[in-house]
């Protein structure tokens, strides 16, 4: 035996180890590159100027986002772990307090027809900006910025917040503090572009080469971008964290805010640990989006470390209803407008359906407080009817009853309910895979069950499910099935643009590609024209009127059987004070410079 | 030293032995695995949990999937032995279906890699033109990373299999013929190796002279020599196919939330853990108790089957 | 010996790239959407535009041949470009390997998660050798004795319980019973000092002792049946005759021969030891590289999944072609031809 060889072993573990030393130091390396506002910006807290009040002295706030964020530029992605990342550096014009209102952020007013900010004509709107906000470099934020925000997002095709500014004919700038937006048609509500943390301002002297095709390519841009928020970022690391100090240069410096000097944010595991480090473990201060058995989240709530906050908006778990025909003997004229349904456009059939279910017990398996029975599209005040509420009681007799009067009767004794014409009530069912819709697909087959009619349960990855894939036959949109299970919501706490997702033209067909939002292919004469009407209404009180007409028609017409009125569900440590109830509207941390902590 | 000793004596008990009796190689080699007491215990724990998953569910009385969330998240009763979980169905019931699944899996996972394994090594061994191109064959799928491949083929082609099969044979086929068209490389390189070994023995130059055909020395000749690295690599096949059902079904990417096996159980049951932990630790002990029963068989089956140790 | 390693290494380019073309191929046959993640109240017609501007919708040969460039030209010259600060030709117009859910280099992510990974599968796999080769040797030397036949079952047990179950049990009893150790492990930790140091340490206790308990049972019960193998030469026999101590003969000889073919596997072993990180670091709630796999599985970020999964073969190959060569360079009876 030879020593050399020994050594040549040696000299393979040292290579081994020495590459482990260079992914060291090339993870430092890129770290830099991947935050210039550390090095562009004002840099570490303790030199910090001191501006005044306590801003900055409250040490570090650890929020949990088991999705970590993948980028910090919102108007590059519209996943909400991106978007609530981003709304601690980035604000928009104006955004929605907790209960649906408008609270001016970088405006100094919310424009009304009374105070002369939208025109008489409902054509335009021209927004006044605070006075003396800086960018935290400490350039000035002027009305030239949100006309590039526009720019940018309109000319770049990655934009996915270009929904936003559908609709604007143009933006200028006034002058320095003035932005006048232009719509192409007569817009009663007019607070889409710029309002929420998915339409924040971005500034153009840091964007402004990062317009179109090369906007991916803006890597250091999109993983720091310049803010005037509470909080600028200081590393970034995606899918990973982002470790934030506080903007010295925020307006709110002066009153002493932000308290917290440095914010994290972890990601990683899954909703249930986060939920645990959080209740029961003390670890951190803040858990996001936990969608957790509420047996357990009450379980850990029990250790009374923390509390879980539930935020309402808009959320519905609904079974939205196949009005046409999905039977694959059909071909391509399968789900296609134009073919009609069996059985499920009859009005017994969807009644019962929904009669027979047990909402509150789909509650308690699956959401807890996190979410409440409902019988509309439009569950949240002041919009909300009450015309539908009896759906809140299960009634199986009731149901069953109806199906005989309709003329369903099981005549091969098999259990199963056939129509006149011999064809069994058989209901395919998909939803999403997860385990909560698959507990309450289960209880709702068993409902079903009761009335006599037979289901097939099917689940479909969500990536699938929810991905547009025109090739694939199991998105939702397709929906190759009798009836299916999700959630929607509505981006703006006004309803028009939700409402219309139940109009003719929204129908979902070849011809449109798979576009469009009206997943069960309803259509109605009177829906439309009171849509049409909703969008030249100005008069509040009318429009909460139609909306509600609007609500009562797609439900009773059983085009959708909501069931849960769902919420943001999040736990915050006992010692946050400030936040006040959750923002289901907007970001969860949309008044995050007024959190504190008290011991 | 003692334990020579001791082996010199034994050896002389075997040759007074086999003068007195005619002894077959199988009897030969059930009496070795008896003597090793890790295999046995494993042999009879395998069979104690093997009965419990095929036979168990036709006499238990519970369905394991009646919803009933009046009964959610018990504690171990008379009436529900492991439990219920947070649906109320039962536990136990639940376990002994996964068992079944779970199981299965293993086997006929096993069963695809082995008898691949087998072929290619046999036939690569044996004919020297197709050597080559069958070993850089199988040099490319020990060089594909498996676990993310894996995780990519189960996503693409879980649904089109369950819309052809329905939902449980769907994915059965699925992760069944991946696992086992991913792990016969093994198998195929110590039956080539072994094979290649046997060809220049006498007996199989022998036949080769009197006029055999090629196929008749393969089956009579080549394979029943071949049989005792086959057998070992099916136990341990079985493990290690246990084992990767249950690591996919643990990430969430193998069975659905609806197909309880025992990976799938272990996964849906983590969050539940501080409040019904026998929802955890009957799936968790009861993969990892087949698993080492299985390994130990094999152990035994390698001492048993390999002549150098069976001499002694 | 120089000509057969070159061989080896010419072969595996061409697999590499087949194998890059089957995982590419997978990929492109998966029925993912880049925009299924995002909220339902984004437009069709803007996921299109997006779908678009990522390159969804190019045909399959053409991204392939570009992620092909992109993989072998583009990003190793970005390396040595940033390795050695220098500029190579036309740097700034290169178009790197980008991720589609971040819009960022896929390397560069890649590279921010080598450290927690290596820190803990490093760490794990050495002490799993540190364990495993004592046992190993001290089980075959003393065969049968109550320290081998505890040690051969210990190690069944540690080689057979999945660690996704071990390290389930340990989470409970060590961070929620007792509260010794943090669930989550810090990537943002920066050790700088002693109680930093001590962080470190008990965020990265679990998994390490996970995995090593794990990695050291394979590998003793490989060190044992080596040894074995070896006692039962005739070189040993001849050893102990001649009146060498026994010291001398179990250390010089019979040890030194052993290890030829367990270095071979812990070669061998590396790859599937990062493969092995999947499962750990989901459980411990690592941001390694493979919670990194996990998580552009589920996003479908092609880019980043065909990266991530090229690089595992990559180094699958180069320590198969390790194995072989150390096997080689020790065992003096191995002749490459």
Redesign the interface.
């Known amino acids: 035996m030879k020593r050399t060889k020994w050594l040549a072993l040696f000299a393979v573990l040292a290579l081994v180890l020495a590459a482990c030393g260079d992914g060291d130091d090339g993870a430092a390396d890129t770290t830099e590159a991947g935050a210039p506002a550390t090095t562009e910006g004002p840099t570490a807290t303790t030199e910090a100027p001191d501006t005044g009040g306590t801003a900055g002295q409250g040490g570090q706030l650890t929020l949990l986002q088991w999705q970590a964020p993948s980028t910090l530029n919102p108007l590059l992605s519209g996943g909400t772990k991106e978007l609530l990342a981003a709304s601690l550096i980035l604000d928009p014009l104006a955004e929605y307090d907790p209960d649906g209102n408008l609270v001016a952020t970088l405006a100094a007013e919310i424009p009304t027809v009374e105070n002369g900010g939208v025109a008489e004509d409902l054509m335009s709107i021209t927004w006044t900006l605070k006075d003396g906000v800086l960018w935290s470099d400490g350039s000035a934020f002027t009305a030239d910025d949100v006309v590039f925000t526009w720019e940018y997002c309109t000319n770049t095709p990655d934009c996915t917040q270009s929904g936003f500014f559908t609709g604007v004919a143009s933006v200028e700038a006034v002058d320095a503090t003035h932005v006048l937006v232009t719509f192409d048609a007569l817009t009663p509500f007019p607070y889409n572009a710029f309002v929420t943390f998915q339409s924040p301002i971005i500034q153009r002297a840091q964007f402004a080469e990062c317009v179109g095709a090369s906007a991916a390519a803006c890597t250091d841009e999109n993983f720091g971008p310049i803010g005037t928020g509470a909080y600028m970022v200081n590393d970034f690391k995606v899918n990973d964290t982002v470790l934030y100090d506080y903007n010295p240069n925020f307006r709110g410096a002066a009153d002493g805010k932000p308290f917290f000097g440095t914010v994290l944010i972890k990601g990683g595991g899954d909703a249930e640990a986060s939920a645990r480090s959080v209740l029961v473990l003390g670890e951190a201060d803040y858990g996001w989006n936990l969608q957790v058995d509420p047996i357990v989240l009450a379980d850990m709530e029990a250790t009374g470390l923390g509390i879980v906050k539930a935020g309402f908006a808009s959320s519905v778990e609904r079974i939205m209803v196949n009005q046409t025909d999905p039977n694959p003997d059909l071909g391509d004229q399968r789900s296609e407008p134009g073919t009609v349904h069996p059985f499920l456009t009859d009005p017994a059939v969807y009644q019962a359906l929904s009669m027979a279910i047990n909402r509150q017990e789909l509650v308690d398996v699956g959401y807890g407080f996190a979410g409440s029975p409902t019988c509309n599209v439009w569950p949240g005040a002041p919009y909300a009817s009450t015309a539908n509420d009896a759906c809140l009681t299960q009634d199986i007799d009731g149901a069953n009853a109806l199906l005989d009067a309709a003329g369903y009767e099981d005549t091969d004794g098999d259990g199963i309910r056939e129509t006149a014409d011999g064809t069994p009530l058989f209901i395919l069912y998909q939803t999403s895979t997860n385990a909560v819709r698959q507990s309450n697909q289960d209880l709702v087959k068993s409902y079903w069950a009761q009335i006599g009619v037979d289901t097939e349960l099917k689940n479909i990855d969500a990536s699938v499910f929810f991905g547009g894939d025109q090739a694939s036959p199991d998105t939702y949109q397709v929906f190759y099935a009798d009836v299916e299970m999700y959630t929607n919501n509505s981006g703006s706490p006004d309803p028009q643009t939700y409402m219309s997702n139940w109009t003719t033209a929204q129908v979902i067909s070849p011809s449109t590609n798979f576009g469009g939002g009206n997943i069960p292919r309803y259509s109605s004469a009177e829906y439309d024209a009171l849509h049409e009407e909703l969008t030249t209404t100005g008069d509040l009180d009318r429009r909460i009127e139609i909306v509600k007409e609007l609500n009562d028609l797609v439900i009773q017409a059983g085009a959708m059987i909501p069931l849960i009125y769902r919420a943001d569900v999040s736990a915050f440590a006992n010692s946050i004070q400030g936040v006040g109830t959750l923002n289901g509207w907007d970001s969860e941390y949309w008044n995050v410079e007024d959190w504190t902590r008290s011991e | 030293m003692a334990?020579t000793r001791e082996r010199v004596e034994e050896t002389q008990d075997h040759t007074i032995e086999s003068s007195e009796k005619y002894r077959s190689l199988w009897s030969d080699v059930w009496r070795q695995f008896r003597r090793h007491k890790?295999a046995m215990v494993g042999l009879i724990l395998l069979t104690v949990i093997m009965f419990g998953s095929f036979i168990g569910p036709l006499i238990y009385p519970l369905d394991p999937f009646a919803?009933d969330?009046s009964q959610?998240?018990l504690s171990p009763s008379l009436d529900h032995p492991m439990g219920t979980d947070?649906?109320g169905r039962d536990v136990m019931a639940r376990v002994m279906v996964g068992g079944r699944i779970s199981l299965s899996v293993g086997i006929a996972a096993m069963v695809i890699g082995v008898v691949i394994g087998t072929a290619v090594g046999i036939i690569s061994g044996f004919f020297s033109k197709l050597d080559g191109i069958l070993m850089?064959g199988t040099?490319?799928f020990?060089?594909?990373?498996?676990?993310?491949?894996l995780?990519?083929?189960i996503?693409?082609f879980?649904?089109p299999l369950?819309e052809a099969f329905g939902?449980e044979l769907g994915i059965f086929i699925l992760v069944v013929t991946i696992i086992g068209v991913t792990s016969w490389m093994q198998t195929a390189r110590v039956v080539r190796g072994d094979v290649l070994a046997l060809k220049e023995q006498e007996f199989v130059l022998a036949a080769h002279s009197i006029g055999s055909r090629k196929r008749s020395v393969v089956f009579r000749h080549i394979f029943p020599n071949v049989l005792s690295p086959v057998m070992v690599a099916a136990a341990l096949g079985v493990?290690i196919a246990i084992?990767t059902e249950?690591?996919l079904s643990?990430?969430g990417?193998g069975f659905?939330?609806?197909f309880p096996t025992w990976g799938r159980l272990?996964f849906?049951a983590?969050?539940?853990?501080?409040?019904t932990?026998m929802r955890?630790l009957w799936p968790?002990i009861l993969?990892?108790l087949t698993?080492?029963s299985v390994?130990?068989i094999g152990?035994g089956l390698r001492d048993a089957l390999d002549p150098k140790l069976r001499s002694q | 010996m120089g000509r057969y390693i070159i061989r080896r290494v010419l072969f595996a380019i061409p697999t590499l790239i087949v194998i890059s073309f089957v995982i590419f191929a997978i990929l492109d046959l998966a029925p993912g959407d880049p925009t299924a993640s995002l909220p339902l109240t984004i437009p069709p017609e803007v996921r299109e535009k997006i779908r678009e501007a990522l390159g969804f919708n190019d045909p399959f040969l053409v991204s392939w041949l570009k992620w092909l460039y992109q993989m072998m030209i583009v990003e190793p010259i970005y390396l040595i470009e940033q390795m050695f600060n220098i500029t190579i030709g036309d740097s700034e117009n290169r178009v790197r390997i980008i991720s589609w859910s971040s819009k960022a280099p896929v390397v560069d992510t890649i590279i921010e998660r080598i450290p927690q990974t290596l820190w803990v599968l490093g760490l794990a796999f050495i002490l799993g050798i540190m364990i495993a080769i004592p046992v190993g040797v001290i089980s075959a030397y003393k065969q049968y004795s109550v320290f081998d036949n505890v040690g051969t079952f210990v190690t069944m047990v540690g080689y057979s319980v999945p660690t996704f179950f071990t390290g389930l049990l340990a989470i409970v009893i060590f961070s929620v019973w007792l509260g010794w150790f943090p669930s989550f492990y810090d990537t943002t930790l920066v050790v700088n000092s002693w109680e930093t140091l001590v962080l470190q340490f008990k965020q990265m206790i679990m998994p390490v002792a996970v995995l090593a308990l794990f990695n050291a049972a394979a590998l003793s019960r490989f060190t044992r049946s080596s040894m074995l193998d070896n006692l039962n030469e005739d070189y040993v026999r001849t050893a102990r005759s001649k009146g060498l101590n026994e010291n001398k003969v179990l250390v010089t000889h019979v040890l030194r021969n052993s290890l030829i073919p367990v270095v071979t596997l812990i070669a061998l072993q590396i790859p599937g030891v990062f493969a092995g990180a999947i499962i750990t670091e989901q459980i411990f709630r690592i941001n390694g590289l493979g919670q990194l796999l996990i998580s552009a599985i589920q996003g479908a970020d092609v880019p980043m999944v065909q990266t991530l999964t090229f690089l595992f073969a990559v180094l699958i190959v180069i320590f198969n072609l390790v194995a072989d060569v150390t096997y080689g360079l020790l065992d003096p009876r191995i002749r490459y031809e």
């Open positions: 334990t890790g919803i969330t959610a998240s947070n649906l850089r040099d490319m020990l060089a594909l990373p498996i676990l993310p491949l995780l990519v083929i996503m693409l879980r649904d369950r939902p493990a084992i249950s690591a643990f990430l990417l659905p939330s609806d272990l849906d983590q969050g539940y853990i501080t409040i932990p955890v968790g993969i990892s698993v080492i390994n130990f152990d």
